[in-house]
């Protein structure tokens, strides 16, 4: 078998239906699923039940977080190469064939591949992946370019081999654990590669509270690598939060100069005509105004609160040797 394809899954039963029906269409069959039910009060079994056809090892455990979920995942495959998908994500019918293609013609021990929208999200979810994967605002830096030093594989996309897995470990109990697994497998010598023709369709959140929760947890994940591994912070990684400290001058000193209000009324209309052109859609548009600035303010806020607290006060940093302790 080459391929273990590797799920957490959390109170998302839809989610992982639409998952497996995407999975059972694929044109590469040599694979199994092992989906991990992560302690959910809304199981997905009914869906397991339905696609019987596929190859899945399905676990249920007590909810202890993605992180371990991944890691029971990986001790029970038995696949010769790891792949990880969100249970939020659509995989598109070729998506298997072509990674086996691209490992064939481009080896890399670990992958990551880029996200889309796909046909049916509907407009809120459309604004929230143009916020997630748009250059004006974090998207540059999550696989939208054929070079990205910066980039890292994310696990709504991503994948690596059994040796690379036998000798880094798994995923730490901590935000950002998938960088911080990139990074790991990096400094250990394994070639990591951005594989853009292996996309998927990742829906994400469309609650705009929990969206914000998101994204700034992803902040707070930035200082958390920052202080594991301090040449990792790179100066893209502060725009946000510098976005948000302007933002609040600005907002200040227009009591006195009025036509600095004009600033962000320019950024605002950027990010409406940029998504009016990629989309056709005047309202989603519109809403990648909102979960734009939701996806900007919440990934600066949380970035300068994780830096105040861990940085400045030294405080509320677990020690390394606590976040290694159960990755193997």
Not at 140 to 151: A, C, D, H, S, Y
Request: aromatic residues 14%.
């Amino acid at each position: 078998m080459f391929f273990s394809l590797i799920v957490p899954v959390y109170n998302r039963p839809d989610e992982a239906a639409e998952l497996l029906e995407s999975l059972a269409v694929q044109t590469f069959t040599d694979f199994e699923l092992i989906l991990v039910e992560d302690g959910s009060t809304r199981p997905c079994h009914k869906a397991v039940e339905d696609y019987k056809s596929l190859n899945i090892n399905y676990i249920t455990k007590e909810n202890t977080g993605r992180s371990d979920s991944r890691n029971v995942g990986m001790k029970a495959a038995r696949g010769d190469y790891f792949v990880f998908f969100d249970s939020d994500c659509i995989i598109p019918p070729d998506y298997l064939a072509t990674v086996r293609r691209l490992l064939q013609d481009d080896y890399a021990d670990c992958f990551g591949g880029p996200d889309r929208e796909h046909s049916s999200f509907n407009t809120m979810q459309k604004a929230v992946n143009y916020a997630m994967t748009s250059f004006w605002t974090t998207g540059g830096i999550r696989g939208g370019k054929v070079k990205m030093e910066t980039f890292k594989p994310r696990t709504f996309n991503m994948g690596f081999s059994r040796t690379v897995y036998e000798q880094v470990g798994g995923f730490k109990d901590m935000y950002g654990e998938d960088i911080d697994l990139s990074i790991r497998i990096n400094n250990a010598g394994f070639a990591t590669k951005l594989y853009r023709e292996a996309f998927v369709y990742h829906k994400r959140r469309i609650d705009l509270k929990r969206f914000f929760k998101q994204v700034n947890i992803f902040g707070q994940a930035r200082i958390n690598l920052y202080k594991l591994y301090p040449s990792s912070l790179k100066l893209v990684h502060t725009l946000p939060a510098l976005f948000v400290l302007g933002a609040l001058s600005i907002l200040l000193l227009s009591v006195c100069y009025h036509w600095l209000l004009l600033l962000p009324v320019a950024y605002l209309l950027l990010i409406f005509f940029d998504s009016l052109i990629k989309t056709g859609n005047l309202k989603i548009a519109a809403l990648s105004v909102i979960t734009s600035s939701i996806q900007i303010v919440g990934y600066g806020a949380g970035f300068i609160r994780s830096f105040v607290q861990k940085v400045i006060l030294r405080q509320g940093f677990e020690d390394v040797e606590t976040l290694t302790k159960n990755y193997k």
